[in-house]
């Protein structure tokens, strides 16, 4: 069975109660490894002033880091250069993709000693760190309406790239 960091009791416990996404994600975590002695799931762990929503270890495999959200994605926006801005004031916020991206660059570049040494002797050894972004109150398809405009515009930036590149006459 997975072992979690902090157990539920002690989540139970906390001044910050974890989110409904969270919660959710963690029980799900739980029961998908029920039969898996080898992971271990940390909830926000704290790495010298990150604090990821949930990281998995299994050992020899690899880690995954995860950042929940539970927003409604009607209040955000996101331009054809992936920022982010909350819609009521237009404010730029940091993309939870690249938030969840900087913990890791954080984990090889500043938290665990040995880690950027071992990237640069191995390409391979980077993707041993998965990350992912969970939006609770999202489904696929508010997703891809979320992200249609920006991706509309580089499906037609290609298409007028390929259609005025030059002809080969054979």
Not at 6 to 33: C, D, V, W, Y
Not at 129 to 151: P, Q, T
């Amino acid at each position: 069975m997975a072992i979690i960091f902090p157990t539920f009791e002690n989540i139970a416990r906390l001044k910050k109660k974890p989110t409904e996404g969270e919660s959710f994600l963690l029980h799900a975590l739980m029961e998908q490894f029920s039969n898996d002695d080898n992971v271990e799931i940390y909830f926000q762990p704290f790495l010298n002033g990150d604090r990821p929503d949930i990281i998995l270890m299994k050992k020899n495999v690899g880690v995954t880091i995860i950042e929940v959200k539970d927003w409604s994605l009607s209040k955000y926006e996101v331009d054809i250069d992936n920022k982010w801005y909350v819609r009521k004031n237009d404010q730029n916020i940091k993309s939870p993709f690249q938030q969840v991206f900087s913990y890791k660059e954080n984990l090889f570049s500043l938290h665990i000693n040995g880690l950027l040494e071992e990237k640069i002797k191995n390409d391979y050894f980077y993707g041993r760190i998965h990350v992912f972004v969970y939006f609770h109150n999202a489904s696929k398809n508010d997703l891809e309406d979320f992200y249609a405009n920006a991706i509309s515009h580089y499906v037609n930036l290609t298409q007028n790239m390929n259609n005025n590149r030059p002809k080969n006459d054979i």
